[in-house]
């Protein structure tokens, strides 16, 4: 039933994984000597950083749907058990909650 859905998430996966280890890479490299430029490093390092936490939080959500699918429990919210729209499961394919728990949960 949501094979199209699980097609998407699998490369939405693969491209969160490799957004991820590209971060990482980039978190881990040399930094130069130059203090100057070891600054605006550190700050570039602060915006990978959030990044990293966001496309982490984003590639946990996408596994979490693909799971989903399997088990025949994708497109139920995970809060109330209620249907999620199909709308919001089109725009956010990797959403485990109706909108009603998502904005009470916010």
């Excluded at 199209?4 to 996966?13: F, G, I, Q």
């Excluded at 600054?39 to 570039?44: G, Y």
């Excluded at 709308?87 to 909650?97: I, Q």
Aim: net charge negative.
């Amino acid at each position: 039933m949501y094979e199209s859905t699980e097609k998407k998430l699998k490369k939405l996966k693969k491209e969160l994984k490799k957004r991820v280890k590209d971060i990482k890479k980039s978190l881990t490299a040399e930094r130069s000597k130059d203090w100057e430029e070891a600054a605006v490093e550190a700050e570039n390092d602060e915006v990978l950083e959030a990044l990293y936490s966001e496309t982490s939080g984003e590639l946990r959500q996408v596994k979490f749907a693909i799971k989903r699918i399997a088990s025949g429990e994708y497109g139920e919210c995970s809060e109330c058990g209620e249907d999620i729209n199909e709308n919001r499961l089109k725009v956010m394919p990797f959403t485990s909650r109706c909108i009603k728990c998502a904005e009470e949960l916010e």
